[in-house]
């Protein structure tokens, strides 16, 4: 997306080792860079491989800097005017990123490609969260909206409950494509990808669970009108379990502002610095959405 898309900000941009001029006196050395980071990857917006670059190393650095650095970085001005900005690039970033993965994989070696990756790229423990919520609920049927192109939810959850129906959706086709001959190259074909809108999936009413991905929806207000149209069509006993951005997953990631997720966040978030994001369930019927 150029930068004249339609609700950009105008902003001066400093260069990679600069800092706005008015920035907090009060960062730390970490912070500054973080901050830097940030306006050089929306600088960047036009050239996917740069940027990309810009927000590996940024997702590096955060994860070591003080809570009180991540909130001093998020009500910076310089960071305010960019942040709409910085979660699409970031989004758009990651679905490329993913999307090259996946069709180096089909090149390479398509039948051990996704179970390689754990361990060396997507540790299994990063979908524990889901696993606990999935685990006393014993699913016949589970939707992971945003399944993208290299489909780990899927065969996490597939290999935990081999007698549920796992069902992918995303609404892009090209990942769609992507991860469904993964997933048939892998010997994982129960798993079924759908191309379609994550606020209106086909028959959402047969699911016992809904997945979120921490990618579904650009920003917070955008992940307020899916959660929001997923409440209409969905049972309310179907429990959503929701990705959302915590600790210094927040200066690249929308965290869900609705009260009733926020305030359940809160309480189920430890403050471990290392985490990016973390997997709130709730029913469809205790949204106020």
């Excluded at 009060?26 to 940030?38: I, T």
């Excluded at 050239?47 to 940024?58: I, K, S, V």
């Excluded at 009500?75 to 990651?94: G, H, M, N």
């Excluded at 809904?210 to 429990?239: C, F, Q, W, Y």
Aim: charged residues 20%.
């Amino acid at each position: 997306m150029s930068e004249s898309s339609p609700g950009a900000t105008s902003v001066t941009l400093p260069g990679s080792d600069e800092t706005p001029d008015d920035a907090d006196s009060q960062l730390s050395q970490g912070a500054k860079k973080a901050l830097s980071l940030c306006l050089k990857a929306v600088a960047q917006e036009a050239d996917q491989a740069q940027c990309g670059e810009t927000l590996d190393a940024l997702e590096r650095l955060l994860p070591g800097l003080e809570s009180s650095d991540i909130d001093k970085i998020i009500s910076e001005p310089a960071y305010c005017a960019i942040r709409q900005r910085l979660l699409r690039v970031r989004a758009q970033t990651w679905f490329t990123q993913e999307c090259e993965l996946a069709r180096r994989m089909l090149e390479h070696d398509p039948a051990t490609a996704l179970l390689s990756l754990f361990g060396d790229h997507i540790p299994r423990e990063a979908y524990a969260d889901e696993l606990a919520v999935l685990r006393p609920l014993h699913p016949q049927k589970i939707l992971i909206l945003g399944s993208g192109a290299c489909p780990m939810s899927a065969v996490v959850i597939q290999d935990a409950f081999p007698l549920t129906t796992v069902v992918g959706l995303d609404r892009s086709q090209e990942a769609c494509t992507l991860s469904a001959r993964l997933l048939a190259a892998s010997s994982y074909s129960a798993v079924t990808i759908q191309h379609g809108e994550a606020q209106n999936p086909k028959n959402i009413g047969e699911f016992d669970c809904v997945i979120m991905a921490l990618t579904i929806g650009v920003d917070e207000a955008e992940k307020r009108r899916i959660i929001s149209e997923l409440k209409t069509h969905a049972n309310p006993d179907t429990v959503l379990a929701v990705r959302t951005a915590v600790a210094w997953g927040r200066v690249l990631y929308p965290a869900i502002d609705l009260p009733e997720i926020a305030e359940q966040a809160a309480m189920q978030h430890v403050g471990s610095s290392q985490q990016r994001s973390i997997a709130v369930p709730i029913r469809m019927g205790d949204l106020r959405a």
